[in-house]
């Protein structure tokens, strides 16, 4: 959802982690330059889990679990992609799935390992709010 007058966009997010390696899923969206977590805007009516569980289905062809989602939390930044506006994301961790393929508007994904120096092509809601609260969780 885009909030016009505040110019805030809400999104619903998911941290995935390679069943391997332990690195994040980022992904980058067809016409942009910026990764970030996999997920998106609500439709009207729908809840945040559920959002991103169709998110991750249309982007990813992966099915979650509901039940195994985990709110990491509500965090906002400067959106990535869409200068002038904030991104409102609520986040969720997920236990992690096996992730090969992108599929619908995602273009790239890419495994990152969150505990070296995160690069410049990452969104800042990743950067600045995400990383920091899964490591400060454990997660």
Do not use: C
């Not at 969206?29 to 809840?47: A, N, Y």
């Amino acid at each position: 959802m885009i909030d016009h007058d505040a110019k805030r966009i809400h999104v619903s997010a998911v941290v995935l982690r390679h069943p391997d390696t332990g690195h994040l899923l980022a992904v980058r969206k067809r016409g942009t330059s910026m990764l970030m977590q996999p997920g998106g805007k609500p439709d009207p009516g729908e809840s945040a889990v559920e959002a991103a569980v169709r998110e991750i289905r249309e982007e990813l062809s992966v099915e979650l679990d509901p039940a195994q989602m985990r709110l990491l939390g509500v965090f906002e930044a400067p959106a990535a992609n869409e200068g002038g506006y904030a991104v409102r994301g609520t986040v969720f961790t997920h236990p992690p799935v096996e992730v090969t393929a992108p599929a619908a508007e995602i273009e790239e994904i890419r495994w990152i390992d969150d505990r070296g120096p995160l690069g410049a092509d990452l969104a800042p809601l990743m950067t600045t709010q995400i990383v920091p609260a899964l490591h400060a969780a454990g997660v």
